[in-house]
């Protein structure tokens, strides 16, 4: 059962964590890989990519990096890619559980952003 389509965007922290879920790697504008941006550019690239779902009339999906707790994102994504824990409030507050993931030793939720 494929739950994300090509008309959805993932937001994650590594991208080959989406293939198994989704199949394939997304296209380059279906995903936004985190740790790929920094504080300037991390915020402005979740908010297109938001865009571009809802004018394809898709969804926007969160793979493993809502799972984070504060400790855990301050010391990569906050300390060294400036990108601040409560940039992604909003979407945290919004989304809900879709599904759980276990690839390897990792456990992945995927969640999806409802407004």
């Given at each position: 059962m494929q739950i994300v389509t090509p008309n959805d965007g993932v937001v994650?922290?590594?991208?080959?964590?989406?293939?198994?879920?989704?199949?394939a790697t997304p296209?380059?504008?279906?995903?936004?890989v985190l740790p790929a941006l920094n504080s300037t550019?991390?915020?402005?690239?979740?908010?297109?990519?938001?865009?571009?779902?809802?004018?394809r009339h898709g969804k926007l999906y969160f793979l493993g990096i809502?799972?984070?707790n504060e400790a855990s994102w301050n010391s990569f994504l906050g300390?060294?890619?400036?990108?601040?824990?409560?940039?992604?409030?909003?979407y945290r507050a919004h989304s809900r559980v879709v599904r759980q993931f276990r690839i390897d030793d990792i456990s992945l939720t995927l969640r999806v952003y409802e407004e």
């Open positions: 994650t922290d590594f991208r080959q964590n989406i293939i198994p879920i989704c199949g296209a380059v504008d279906n995903a936004v550019t991390g915020g402005p690239a979740v908010t297109a990519l938001l865009e571009k779902s809802q004018q809502l799972d984070e300390s060294r890619l400036g990108i601040p824990y409560g940039s992604l409030d909003v």
